[in-house]
């Protein structure tokens, strides 16, 4: 135990080292000086993704469904292949603060700020089921113990390295945690080809001959599912806030292009890994009474006790990356939305960012209990926006008018999906089948009935210096 949390403490202090710097600037804070080359714009696209809540999902399903649940990495695959393809180069050209910014230069300054609530919602919901995640990668060590304190010592831990430079730092730590990360991905999964046996003990089956599974029943993951999740990654994505923040630190649009099409390649490659290494991880016998511990197991077990702290501080890093850069983002959007964006706003940024973290802390021990349920059900605000940022870069004709109607539809529709058809009753397969194309038609529609066009406003494609 002392030697696991040396470990743990020295990959803390490591990314305390990278993150050491003050931003004095906005621009610096907001958007790392707009000045990021292909290799950290890489990585800090990798670790935003590469988060602990989905880690859990993924290696739960290998656990569960063996091979077969390589399906859910080439949804990441699909949907930032989706992203590299028809809003990378846009969303630099555009080269804002935030995101929220195309909707109200495009369409209305109200409709702007509606855009960012349903996105700062929508971020406020997947911060807190990273941190729930967080707690169940460290119940091995820690127990069902406090989870107050756990939550919130991550929090303070993500705010410590987030406060002082913001995106600058965020990006500083990202690159060390891709490092990182892609060696202890590696390394479980080396182990998981060597034949290791596990020592966890078994639990028993439940009446079925089953044993209990937290996401997914044994043996087949539901194809339903995994093509709901393919067409919400592709349609949630193009407007996700913590990319696009990102997209506007690049230094070109070439370096955006190529950095989003290489973290598609690796986030499936590191997941797809985890996954194949859980299924190996059932098949030696390994024997859970939740299928979403199987990450900790798996370190628990095949890791060497010199390892295993250097391993669960990677699994904090995967944590903490993710929720700084949804916080750096959520802060940019609320200093862009309400003008506080000069040199000497910075301050006020900095507290931005830390009622983000109080509110996300709260949430995730309040509202949070399935962490997949909550952080699919946290993209139906992001579907909603969807024809209205493709038609604001792809389809000048595209009216204001049909802009508000489809994001009423989407968030209408999926809500409503929710509600009458229930999670047991796969509220995702109308939600993201039907919903799409209706948001769409909604959209295409009310623009094709317009009598006229909305009032000029600017060219999103033009950047603002």
């Known amino acids: 135990m002392a ?11 490591v990314l305390f080292v990278a993150a050491w710097s003050r931003a004095r600037q906005s621009e610096e804070f907001l958007v790392a000086n707009r000045n990021l080359g292909l290799f950290p714009l890489v990585a800090t696209l990798v670790m935003t993704e590469f988060n602990t809540s989905t880690l859990l999902a993924f290696s739960a399903a290998g656990y569960a469904a063996g091979p077969m649940a390589l399906a859910l990495p080439l949804v990441f695959l699909v949907g930032l292949t989706f992203y590299t393809l028809t809003v990378a180069r846009a969303w630099k050209r555009f080269d804002r603060l935030s995101v929220a910014e195309l909707f109200a230069e495009r369409y209305s300054p109200a409709l702007g700020r509606t855009a960012s609530a349903l996105l700062i919602v929508a971020m406020i919901g997947f911060s807190a089921t990273y941190l729930k995640s967080f707690l169940l990668l460290i119940s091995p060590w820690t127990g ?17 390295v987030v406060f002082r430079g913001g995106l600058t730092a965020v990006v500083r730590t990202d690159v060390v945690g891709f490092i990182l990360t892609v060696a202890v991905v590696c390394g479980l999964f080396l182990l ?15 009446q079925s001959g089953v044993y209990p599974l937290a996401q997914w ?25 913590w990319y696009g923040q990102k997209i506007f630190a690049a230094r070109s649009e070439r370096i955006a292009f190529r950095g989003v099409a290489l973290a598609a ?19 030696q016998g390994g024997n859970l009474a939740d299928s979403q511990l199987v990450v900790p197991a798996m370190i628990a077990d095949w890791a060497p006790a010199w390892a295993r702290g250097i391993g669960l501080g990677v699994l904090l890093v995967a944590s903490l990356t993710t929720l700084s850069g949804v916080w750096s983002a ?23 960012t830390v009622g983000f973290a109080v509110i996300c802390w709260l949430g995730s021990n309040l509202v949070v209990d399935d962490i997949l349920d909550r952080l699919i059900l946290a993209n139906i605000p992001v579907a909603g926006l969807a024809f209205a940022l493709l038609a604001g870069f792809h ?59 909305s009032p000029p406003r600017a060219d999103p494609h033009v950047s603002a210096s």
């Open 217 to 241: 029943q044994h043996p087949a993951l539901p194809f339903r599912f995994v093509t709901t999740l393919i067409v919400l990654t592709c349609f949630t994505y193009i407007a996700a806030p």
């Open 144 to 160: 069902a113990s406090v989870p107050w304190l756990w939550s919130g010592l991550l929090a303070l831990v993500t705010l410590a």
């Open 265 to 283: 390649v690796l986030v499936a490659v590191l997941y797809g890994m985890m996954v194949l290494a859980a299924a190996a991880y059932r098949e």
């Open 192 to 206: 998981s080809r060597d034949g290791s046996s596990p020592t966890v003990a078994p639990f028993p089956a439940d």
């Open 395 to 453: 389809w000048p004709r595209a009216t204001t008018a049909a802009a508000w109607a489809s994001i009423g539809v989407g968030v209408a529709w999926g809500v409503g999906c929710f509600v009458v058809v229930g999670e047991a009753g796969g509220y995702t397969w109308p939600w993201a089948i039907y919903g799409i194309p209706l948001i769409f038609a909604t959209g295409g529609i009310v623009t094709l009935l317009s009598d006229r066009r």
């Open 330 to 352: 959520m802060t940019a959007m609320v200093a862009a939305d309400f003008g506080w964006t000069a040199a000497r706003q910075v301050p006020v940024q900095r507290l931005l």
């Open 3 to 13: 030697a696991d949390l040396l470990g743990v403490l020295l990959v803390v202090a």
